[in-house]
Each structure stands twice: as structure tokens, then as C-alpha cells.
């Protein structure tokens, strides 16, 4: 935990910057320009950075350009890539001019270049500023990000509130999709697309996965009894329906995430790996891997909860059920990753 300061109202807590420079003489001046105001740690390598980010993670940092092994601009590329580590604030350290280098670095993130030597009152207030805007930033993106969830969780409710058949479903799933979707990243489980996610916003997004229902008759939604052949043929329209829904609001937004695998989990949720899912047939990883990883939430939540026409299975039926079905129903891959964590799909059962 950081070190802090009373300032006679309370504890501050100081802020962490790393300064990542293999020269000794900038690591010196920098960090003693920092100490007392920052909590810093002085790096003389990006491989160094990493190692230490692996168990803090810091609040800005001041990254060297040219560097032996690693140079700053490879280092930053690492950063970006990574999904614990790409919202750090980078400030790059120069001792050159070098207007295509600024450039290339803006572009890859960076916030701001200091030339070195630097001047300990204008670095300070450098990353005074930077630190601060960060804030400010990120204070913003929580609002709005709050609102976002609130009102899709208003969404949500209000389309499982029409069918009192499967209440809780949502939310069971939601944890269920939480509980796979880190196994399979844990892993190493289609780490090529995982890292291209924002997770948070991905499972956020798969309240929306039964979004299509409210095109359905409430009657078919209510009935308290199997479905005949033909309601369940209407009810499967869900999937489609959930799909143009979702494609109407993207076509009226600039979106390109939440509402991309929000679509994906309405109208693949359904499909099957073996090709005899609905609505477009598909099959193995023609589906959308959102779709894949739905499929087994989706299904366990329906075997294990009670239903007007059917009482649950048990868990172990369940889990049977579903290692029975890999390479069939489901992908093989997302049904070993729920087989290691399907004690934790119980425990959530229960508590949703």
C-alpha cells in the first residue's frame, strides 16, 4: 500500500509513479524531485516496469524513449496491450527533438513529452496536471458509465418482468458468463479475442441477451405448460427480434463495443455447435464466441431452475447434462472451462 502524509484534516494518500529510464543520473533526478510529494519507484528497464506492475499498479508513468532491449515506444505497446496495465497515463522522457517520434508517440497514447534534462518545478507541475486531468477523466467515465448500467439494467428488468416464468435468469446468467469468461482468460482460452475485449463491458452487455422477448406474446412468454410446436417456433423468434433490436439502436449511435457484444449474445445465444441451433444454424466457430460461452449459461440456468411444466435437475444432472453435450450443443473448450468452475455455477444459484 502506498505510503501517505497527514495534512492535519486527515491521511492523503500519495500517488505511485514509476520513472523507467536506464540512465542512474535521470533516475536520480527525477526520483528526487518526486520524493515527498509522490510515492515513486525508480526502473532502469521496461522489463524491470513489468515485473513491478505485476504487483502494483501505478498511477502514472514516466517512460524513457530510447532504451536498450526494450525502447519506450515497444514498452508502450506492451502497456496498451495489456488489460490491467493500458489505462496508465504515460508521460515519455526525451533528450531529443523529434517531431515524427512526438507524433508516433501521441498517437500510440501517450499524454505529453518532457525533454531532458528537465527542470524539477516544471516536471512536478507536468505531472501535477496530468495526474489531475487523469482524475477528472476517469471521474467522468465512471458517471457516465453508471448511467449506462443503470439504464440497461432498467432494460433488462423490464423485459424479464414480462415473463414471470423465468425470474432471476438474467442475473444468474450474467454470473455464470462472469465465472467461464474468467476461467477461459485464466487459461489461456482464446486469448486472441479476450484481449481485444473490455470485459466489464462485455458482461454488462449480456443483460441484453433476451432483449428479443419483448416482441413475443405475453401468452406464450406465461404459459404454464410445455409450449406446442408452434409457440416454441415463435418463441425462438426472440433471438432475431433481439438482434434487429439492438442493430436499430447501433445504427442510431457511434457504438462499436457494449451494443457489438450485446447484439452478438441476443441473436447466437441459441446456436449450436454442431449446426442444428437456431436462428442461422451455424456451426463450430462460425458462432460468435459470445454466443458460445452464453450457450452453456443459458442452458444451465434453464436445467437447474424450476419451470410451470418441469422441476429443476439437480445439480449434478445439470452438469452432465451439459458434459454430455460438448462437441455437440457446446464448444468443447467453453464446457471444460464450466466443468473446472461448476461447483462456483452452484454457489451462484443459489444466491441470485
Not at 525508480?42 to 515485473?51: N, Q, T, W
Not at 415473463?163 to 446468467?173: A, E, L, N, P, S
Amino acid at each position: 500500500m502506498p505510503k501517505g502524509f497527514a495534512d492535519g484534516q486527515g491521511w492523503i494518500w500519495m500517488k505511485t509513479i514509476f520513472i523507467v529510464d536506464d540512465s542512474n543520473v535521470n533516475l536520480l533526478a527525477a526520483k528526487t524531485a518526486l520524493d515527498g510529494k509522490y510515492k515513486s519507484f525508480a526502473l532502469p528497464s521496461a522489463a524491470r516496469m513489468f515485473k513491478l506492475a505485476e504487483k502494483i499498479i501505478p498511477d502514472l508513468i514516466l517512460l524513457d524513449v530510447v532504451m536498450p532491449e526494450m525502447d519506450g515506444f515497444e514498452a508502450m505497446a506492451a502497456l496498451k496491450a495489456d488489460e490491467r496495465l493500458k489505462s496508465i497515463p504515460v508521460v515519455f522522457l526525451t533528450a531529443r527533438k523529434d517531431e515524427a517520434n512526438e507524433i508516433r508517440g501521441f498517437e500510440m497514447g501517450a499524454l505529453d513529452f518532457i525533454s531532458k534534462p528537465f527542470s524539477p518545478p516544471v516536471l512536478i507541475r507536468r505531472i501535477e496536471t496530468h495526474i489531475e486531468t487523469d482524475k477528472l477523466i476517469k471521474e467522468s467515465q465512471r458517471a457516465v458509465r453508471d448511467i449506462h448500467d443503470a439504464t440497461i439494467s432498467v432494460i433488462a428488468d423490464t423485459v424479464e418482468s414480462r415473463d414471470k416464468v423465468t425470474g432471476g435468469h438474467i442475473g444468474r446468467t450474467q454470473k455464470y458468463l462472469e465465472i467461464l469468461t474468467h476461467e477461459l482468460i485464466r487459461t489461456g482460452v482464446y486469448a486472441d479475442e479476450f484481449s481485444n475485449w473490455d470485459i466489464g463491458l462485455m458482461l454488462s452487455s449480456a443483460q441484453l441477451h433476451d432483449v428479443g422477448k419483448i416482441a413475443i406474446s405475453d401468452l406464450i412468454l406465461n404459459k404454464p405448460a410445455k409450449l406446442t410446436e408452434k409457440e416454441f417456433n415463435n418463441i425462438k423468434k426472440h433471438c432475431a427480434e433481439g438482434e434487429w433490436i439492438i442493430d436499430k439502436i447501433i445504427s442510431k449511435t457511434k457504438d462499436d463495443g457494449f451494443l457489438l457484444h450485446a447484439k452478438k449474445f441476443a441473436a447466437y445465444h441459441h446456436e449450436r455447435w454442431d449446426g442444428t441451433g437456431y436462428p442461422r444454424g451455424l456451426k463450430g466457430e462460425e458462432i460468435p464466441l459470445e454466443g458460445r460461452i452464453m450457450a452453456v449459461a443459458d442452458v444451465y440456468d434453464a436445467l437447474i431452475s424450476a419451470r410451470p411444466y418441469k422441476k429443476p435437475f439437480t445439480h449434478e444432472q445439470t452438469v452432465e447434462i451439459i458434459r454430455n453435450g460438448s462437441g455437440t450443443q457446446f464448444d468443447p473448450k467453453v464446457v471444460e472451462a464450466f466443468l473446472s468452475m461448476s461447483e462456483d455455477f452452484w454457489v451462484e444459484s443459489q444466491l441470485v
